[in-house]
């Protein structure tokens, strides 16, 4: 069951990745600019406010997010997990690895960027998961990542962390490419990244082509 926090957050965080206000979010939207102040989202007795479900569909136009895109910016409520039930043991100080050879393939990833599924190993991490619920492990196979990574470097990605300009990310396309780059831009409509091996061309995906993107927050050395 969604929170009042969560879908609050949501907005504040879809915000953030467009580098906007919650009342310029608002203005893109065309509503009223105070309509997600922090002040409005409590009544004067103290009831919980929630905004509509036409507020939340203009800010989705007017940004190009997809329904499950504004999804993972959700944080999961005090005592759930956002990974999908059953599929991993709870996470003490180990993560799940994958190498970028298999992520491409179904059934790795749920919709929301999340490990699930089978064929996982799992690596050990150097800060508590407790403290960033559902991160992974990819490992880099092959050279098309160099000189920023090399061949066996891991990759430590945390889907639904809130993504910005010139951030080192993960993004994986519907089709079912899985890629590492820098992004250097997010409009409404697309997104452009810089590839980390200077031989590779710099990408412009359409956000509707874009499964899911996620970011790096930590790689081995």
Request: no cysteine; aromatic share 8%.
């Amino acid at each position: 069951m969604l929170s009042h926090e969560q879908i609050w957050g949501a907005i504040d965080r879809l915000a953030e990745r467009h580098d906007l206000t919650p009342s310029g979010l608002a203005r893109r939207a065309g509503l009223d600019p105070t309509s997600f102040n922090k002040s409005k989202r409590l009544s004067a007795d103290g009831r919980l406010r929630w905004p509509s479900t036409e507020s939340i569909a203009k800010v989705l136009d007017a940004t190009g997010a997809s329904m499950e895109q504004f999804l993972t910016f959700m944080r999961p409520a005090k005592g759930f997990s956002s990974l999908p039930e059953g599929a991993f043991p709870p996470q003490g100080s180990s993560i799940p690895l994958l190498g970028f050879a298999q992520a491409g393939a179904g059934g790795f990833f749920d919709d929301g960027g999340f490990p699930a599924g089978q064929g996982w190993d799992v690596v050990e991490f150097p800060a508590a998961p407790s403290q960033k619920a559902g991160v992974y492990a990819l490992e880099v196979q092959g050279e098309s990542m160099m000189p920023l990574y090399r061949d066996g470097d891991v990759l430590i990605v945390e889907p639904g962390a809130q993504v910005r300009r010139n951030d080192r990310v993960v993004v994986k396309t519907r089709e079912g490419e899985v890629m590492a780059k820098v992004l250097l831009r997010q409009s409404p409509r697309s997104i452009e990244l810089m590839s980390l091996n200077p031989e590779h061309p710099n990408r412009t995906i359409e956000l509707s082509d874009v499964d899911w993107i996620a970011r790096i927050i930590w790689a081995s050395q």
